[in-house]
């Protein structure tokens, strides 16, 4: 989970009002969580770039690993 997944997982558990969708409060905090999600996955993918990776098994191959790669493989199961 990412530090803004984490945020904002707790504050769903503390304030939920603002999760709600039936509210235009609701809305508007969800539409901002939802930029600040796309914005943290960018500086991550980012960060990582594309990396020159050697294989660790038999094969002993060189592959590229990128940083949306590294993003899906890292953090994807724990999307919300």
Do not use: C
């Not at 939920?16 to 969800?30: A, I």
């Not at 060189?62 to 994807?76: A, P, R, V």
């Amino acid at each position: 989970m990412t530090a803004v997944q984490q945020v904002f997982s707790d504050l769903e558990k503390l304030q939920p009002h603002l999760f709600n969708m039936h509210s235009v409060e609701g809305r508007e905090f969800v539409k901002h969580f939802h930029k600040y999600l796309k914005l943290e996955k960018q500086q991550i993918v980012e960060a990582h770039g594309n990396k020159l990776k050697k294989s660790k098994d038999e094969g002993n191959y060189e592959y590229w690993f990128s940083g949306e790669d590294y993003y899906n493989k890292t953090f994807k199961n724990t999307e919300q």
